[in-house]
Every structure is written in C-alpha cells, then in structure tokens.
C-alpha cells in the first residue's frame, strides 16, 4: 500500500496540489507602466500562440487588466480566447491599414476578467501586400497602440500588459510589432533546432533595434513543450540557461495533452483545464514574470 503514496503520480499530484495551494497565496504585483511584449520566435510549432494567451489570462487572473493584439492572420490567438473574428468582423487589419482606432475593434473575453483582445481576420494576410507603399508603413501599430493606451488611461482603465501575437517569418506585420514592443517575450521549445532558431530572431532584433526601435529588449525567455524525464530538455534549458541567466524563466512549460485540446474548444488551458498541470504551469510562469519585471524596473 506504501507503494501507492510513493509512486510517480502519487509525487505529482502532491506536487502539483502544493502548488496550486502556493498560487492561492500570490498576487502579481502591477507594473507602474504597460509592459508592452511582443510574443516571437520565427521558428513555427514552438508554442508562441498557445504562450500568448495563456500568460496573458494567467495574468487576468490575478487581477490584472491585459490586451492580446491578434497580429496574427491564422487568427489563432483570436480562436484560443473564444473572439469573435469571421468574415466582416474589424481587428488588426482594419488597424493597419484603415487607422481605425483600436478602442473601435478591441472585444473583451467572454471567459475572463480583466481580458481583452483585437481580433485577426483572414484580411490581415494581405496586409504584408499592402503596407509597403503606406506611409510609416513599420509603426503603424505602434502609433496605434500607444493612442489606445493613453486613451485607456486618461479614462482611468489602465492596461497592466499588452501582448501582440505574431506570423513565424519577419515580415511587416512582425516588424510592426517589433517596432510597437519594448520587450520580446520567447518561447522556446526544448529541443535543440530551437536554439538554431534563437541565434536567428536575436540577430533579427539587434537589427531592428538599430534602426526602428532601440528601447526593444529580450526581457523573459520561456521553455516550452518541457519533458523533465528526458536529459534532452533538460541539456537545452542549461544552454539558454548559461547564455541569459537574467531573461529565463525558472518556470516550465510541460508537454500536455490539455495544452494542446484547449483551442479547438475556443479556450485557454486555464478555462479548460483551471485544475491541470498546463494552467498551474502557465500562472506560475506569469507570476514569476510579473515579479521579475517588478524587480527590474524598482516597483
């Protein structure tokens, strides 16, 4: 019987109720500024998406008031956090191309508090097309973004986060949300082509910060997709652990089935599966992000 109570699960479930009882202890502290990220990693599949929407509802949760910019043409963010985004609806490419003020397009959650979101449509996939020859074609959303904000502000209804989801390729939508950004946030799947894929966005970001947007910096590095049975994720945390220290997170994301389910029911794991291993993971990440910005800026 002994056996039982000492058995891997039994382990994890211990763990895993620890944990959840921590987290009913915490609250995020609010940053005294809108900690603008953009979510990227020009290699697909790495989970930026599912990153996206998961830490900003994580962080809804504990109070804070977060804007997801759907950035995105697939549309997936928008899909993920139950948003409507079909044929006519306005979103980001309206934004862009349109200058439709934001206050105009943003929806809030129908499952959280606290969240919001400006929807992509199929549109925006020509909206790569159709920037070149506009004028400030590269900060169109950032000029957006920050009339939004003041606005939201004066009206005494801050935002804490803004998260802008972006296409895997560094075309003009990401660089306009590059330009938009004062952080970067990474997802970083542990397997050893992601650093391949890291050594390219880095040096795609010392270039725009050159020319477009110097205040942009990696602040939170997060893995993804993390299996702590195997020596090979383990191996690629310690590589990306030995070149940012400061950026990783202690946090880890783990491979889950209910990660994963969770889009096809128009939900964040944390409306599906609030309980869950992935939603646990996922407010803990936030939190400790939350905490590390607080740090840095002296809040």
Known sequence: MSDIFDSPIARQMTELNAKKKSLKRQTAPRPGKTRVMTVSNQKGGVGKTTTTVNMAAALATFGLRVLVIDNDPQGNASTALNIEHRGDTPGTYEVLIDGTPLREVVQPSPDIKGLYCCPATLDLAGAEIELVPMVSRETRLRNAIHRYLAETEAAGERFDYVFIDCPPSLGLLTINAFAAADEVLIPIQSEYYALEGLGQLLNSIDQL????????????????MF?????????????????????????????????????????????????????????????????????????
């Open 209 to 224: 910060r050159g020319y477009l947007n110097p205040n942009l910096e990696v602040s939170t590095i997060l893995m993804t």
């Open 227 to 299: 299996d702590k049975r195997t020596n090979l994720s383990k191996d690629v945390q310690d590589e990306v652990r030995q070149h940012f220290p400061d950026q990783l997170l202690s946090t880890v994301i783990p491979r889950s089935v209910r990660i994963s389910e969770a889009p096809s029911f128009n939900k964040t794991v944390l409306s599906y599966d609030p309980e869950g291993v992935g939603a646990v993971a996922y407010k803990e990440a936030a939190l400790e992000m939350a905490k590390q910005g607080a740090s840095t800026n002296g809040n």
